[in-house]
C-alpha cells in the first residue's frame, strides 16, 4: 500500500497567488481529513469528507480556503488569494473501516511558503 | 482549540533508559491515539487505544488509558537514538472523526 499521497511536498509563493494541494488517500478509506501545522497553533483540522461530502468544515479559516473531493481518490485544499499567515505545513489523513477503523493514515505533507 | 497537553513538553534521556510521556484531554472520547513526527516529517501512527480499554501494547510501546481522569501515558522502554522526535497524542469523540491534538513532547535520545 503507498500510503496517503500528497503533492507537491513543497510549495512557495507570492502573497496574491493561487495555491493548491493536493491528496490521494489510501484506496477503501472513505474518510478525508485536512490539517494544518503552524508553530504558533499546533495541528488543527480545517475540514474533513465522508464518502467524498464535506461533513465538517469549520476549521477552515476563511472564504480564501476551499475543498473538493470529486472522487474517492482524490482531494484538493485551494488557496485563493494567498496570504504570508498561510504559511505551514498541510497534512491530508484518510481513515476508513476494517481491523484498523479510526485509525488516521498521515501524508508526508505539504510545506507552504507564501512570501 | 487543543483538548490534549503532553507533558513534559520536552524530554531529553540516555540511550536504553525508559521515556515516559503524558496526555491530558479535556472531554469525553471515543479513543486516544498517539502519533510521531520526526524533525520536517509527516505523522507516523504509533497506536490506537479505545475509550473502554485500559492498557495497549506494541512492540517496545505500552500505552495507559484513564477515563477517569482524563488521561493517557505512552511509554517508551529501552529506548534509542531513532526513537528521537516528537510525540503528539490526539482525541477523537467518535468513530472516525476529526482528531484534536496536543502540542506534543519532544523527546531526545542521546547515544
Not at chain 1, 16 to 44: A, N
Amino acid at each position: 500500500d503507498a500510503g496517503v499521497i500528497q503533492s507537491p511536498r513543497h510549495e512557495v509563493t507570492e502573497m496574491g497567488q493561487e495555491v493548491t494541494l493536493r491528496c490521494k488517500p489510501i484506496s477503501g478509506h472513505d474518510y478525508l481529513f485536512w490539517y494544518r501545522q503552524t508553530m504558533m497553533r499546533g495541528l488543527e483540522l480545517l475540514i474533513y469528507f465522508n464518502n467524498n461530502v464535506p461533513i465538517d468544515d469549520s476549521g477552515m479559516p476563511e472564504d480564501r480556503f476551499s475543498a473538493k473531493m470529486p472522487n474517492a481518490s482524490f482531494s484538493t485544499l485551494k488557496i485563493q488569494p494567498s496570504e504570508p499567515r498561510d504559511s505551514a505545513v498541510y497534512f491530508c489523513a484518510s481513515s476508513g473501516s476494517g481491523a484498523s477503523t479510526d485509525t488516521q493514515y498521515f501524508g508526508p505533507g505539504t510545506r507552504l511558503t507564501v512570501l | 482549540s487543543q483538548q490534549g497537553e503532553e507533558d513534559p513538553q520536552a524530554l531529553s534521556i540516555q540511550e536504553g533508559e525508559n521515556a515516559t510521556m503524558n496526555c491530558s484531554y479535556k472531554t469525553s472520547i471515543n479513543n486516544l491515539q498517539w502519533y510521531r513526527q520526526n524533525s520536517g516529517r509527516g505523522l507516523v501512527h504509533l497506536i490506537l487505544i479505545r475509550s473502554n480499554e485500559r492498557e495497549k501494547h506494541s512492540g517496545r510501546l505500552r500505552v495507559t488509558l484513564d477515563t477517569s481522569k482524563k488521561s493517557s501515558s505512552l511509554l517508551i522502554t529501552a529506548s534509542r537514538a531513532a526513537d528521537t522526535a516528537s510525540y503528539f497524542c490526539a482525541t477523537a469523540w467518535g468513530g472516525n472523526t476529526p482528531l484534536v491534538f496536543g502540542k506534543g513532547t519532544r523527546l531526545s535520545v542521546i547515544a
